[in-house]
């Protein structure tokens, strides 16, 4: 899972607000496209949380995205909906950079229960990307 949103003034970046930061200043950017995360708007996981609170729910509840994508492909679709400059980024492997441990290649949750349970409505990424732009 990846969450996003608007940043905040002086907040910590996201994949989002980093694309577009590093792009609307012309700058050249290195994005893993063999590893696969569910991009998660920091507002539907609210919302998740909302739902679950309000209807008293018990048990484990799975609240992200359900749209698998690279962090490659996210920054493409960024590029698209700000009209950036898609030859600034790099597709690259994630041995590419050093973490401290190995990051899994698919991540994510089965989100069924929640769902079906709650009502818990994900929106898609590129739907987000057209609402915050």
Not at 3 to 26: F, M, P, Q
Not at 55 to 66: E, F, P
Not at 84 to 103: G, H, M, P, Q, Y
């Amino acid at each position: 899972m990846l969450v996003y949103g608007t940043r905040l003034s002086g907040g910590r970046h996201n994949i989002v607000s980093w694309a577009r930061e590093k792009l609307e200043a012309g700058e050249a950017i290195k994005v893993v496209h063999d590893q696969f995360r569910t991009p998660t708007y920091v507002g539907d996981l609210a919302a998740g949380v909302i739902l679950a609170v309000v209807q008293k729910a018990r048990g484990i509840y799975h609240v992200s995205g359900t749209t698998m994508m690279t962090p490659y492909d996210m920054v493409v679709q960024v590029a698209t909906q700000w009209n950036f400059d898609k030859t600034l980024i790099t597709a690259v492997t994630a041995s590419t950079f050093k973490e401290i441990a190995e990051r899994p290649k698919r991540t994510g949750f089965v989100c069924d229960k929640a769902i079906n349970e709650l009502g818990y409505r994900p929106r898609l990424f590129t739907d987000i990307l057209k609402q915050i732009h």
